[in-house]
């Protein structure tokens, strides 16, 4: 399984739109690491998330691989779950924030 | 990034006391590292089991990008432990904060990947930012 976060803000995201997106990151990680994704969908309270001290808009995803990724591909996979947030979602380029890491030790 | 996530046992932070918080962590981080303003996100949470608060009351975790040195980290910490209790008198012994490194390689914002420590402005420029 490859743990997955989401943090979105209340309110932003619609139930169809929030399953959608579970699903696209759960056929990316099966794509990219050949292992389904372990979502922990959390939501930010309304007047709880801020971005630069302003009310944030902000989607992060962030997931941890199963193997040691070359930056290059790396990158690959970071503009592509970027696309899917913001095709699901909505939001622009700028509000979202994605991370793929190295597996933990 | 930085993303900033503070855990707190229900109603120990204010709703009122969030925004002074998050100006504060996010002052408090420009100014230690030199970061821009819109790379700081800051999120409130009550009891979640994400971020274990144990026996303590507030739980302030950063993931930030990695190259601060441990002073810079120390002080940015002792500076959100008292934001916190400056603005929603939590005492100091029920706070626990801790930060995660990560290379600047491993995230992207804005469709870029994230620019290493002190090289911010040639990134934003490309974001129309600056």
Known sequence: MIPVMCIVQDGQIPPHAEETLKTRIGDFTRRAFDASADIDWIVVSEGSGFTAAAPST??????????????AD???????????CMDETGRSANEIVTSIRNPKD | MPLYMCNAVRGMI???????????????????????????????????????INDKSVFVFGSIR???????????????KHSIRAHAGVPGSEIIADTIDLPASWVMEGGEVLPEPGEEEAWLAGHGAA
């Open chain 1, 58 to 71: 902000s989607v992060i995803a962030s997931l941890h691989a199963n193997r040691p990724l070359a930056q």
């Open chain 2, 14 to 52: 204010p709703d009122a006391a969030k925004p002074g918080i998050a100006a504060d962590i996010t002052d408090i981080h420009c100014e230690i590292t030199g970061a821009p303003r819109s790379f700081v996100h800051v999120f409130f949470f009550e009891d979640a089991p994400q971020l274990p």
């Open chain 1, 74 to 84: 790396r990158k690959a996979l970071l503009n592509e779950l970027c696309d899917i």
């Open chain 2, 66 to 80: 990695a190259g601060r040195s441990e002073d810079q980290k120390a002080d940015v910490l002792a500076r959100i």
